[in-house]
């Protein structure tokens, strides 16, 4: 008999570390942010589809938010200069990817189609 406690849906989460273009008044900034999905999903498939939704919506804006603070940092997709999926880093200093459920349903829909 299965625990209501367990999620049914098997899901992932990949710490993302990305370098971003740099802007005028900054230098090249590193930004951790972890991103949690509703499936599994390899790092190898992710880094793949997250470069090609990178590719496919380079205008978005997406949100990075704390967990512990709530700060918001909005961030355009065409500012990632490159991405690496992290295996662990010190938590403190992360942000979690606010997607709404467009972004997260079309985020989704890339990386199905670059993980087939």
Same mark, same amino acid.
């Given at each position: 008999?299965?625990?209501?406690?367990?999620?049914?849906?098997?899901?992932?989460?990949?710490?993302?570390?990305?370098?971003?273009?740099?802007?005028?008044?900054?230098?090249?900034?590193?930004?951790y942010?972890?991103?949690?999905?509703?499936?599994?999903?390899?790092a190898?498939?992710?880094?793949?589809?997250?470069?090609?939704?990178?590719?496919?919506?380079?205008?978005?804006?997406?949100?990075? $938010?704390?967990?512990k603070?709530? =700060?918001?940092?909005? &961030?355009? +997709?065409?500012?990632? *200069?490159?991405? /690496?999926?992290? $295996?662990?880093?010190?938590?403190? =200093?992360?942000?979690? &990817?606010? +997607?709404?459920?467009? *972004?997260?349903? /079309?985020?989704?829909?890339?990386?199905?189609?670059?993980?087939?």
């Amino acid at each position: 008999m299965e625990s209501s406690r367990i999620p049914a849906t098997p899901y992932s989460k990949h710490i993302v570390c990305i370098n971003k273009k740099k802007q005028v008044h900054e230098s090249r900034a590193q930004i951790y942010f972890l991103v949690e999905l509703p499936m599994n999903c390899s790092a190898e498939k992710f880094a793949l589809g997250f470069n090609a939704w990178i590719k496919k919506e380079p205008a978005l804006q997406v949100i990075l $938010k704390t967990k512990k603070t709530g =700060n918001l940092k909005p &961030l355009f +997709l065409e500012d990632i *200069q490159e991405i /690496r999926v992290m $295996k662990k880093i010190n938590k403190e =200093n992360i942000y979690v &990817l606010e +997607l709404t459920k467009p *972004q997260q349903s /079309r985020f989704i829909q890339t990386l199905l189609e670059v993980a087939n």
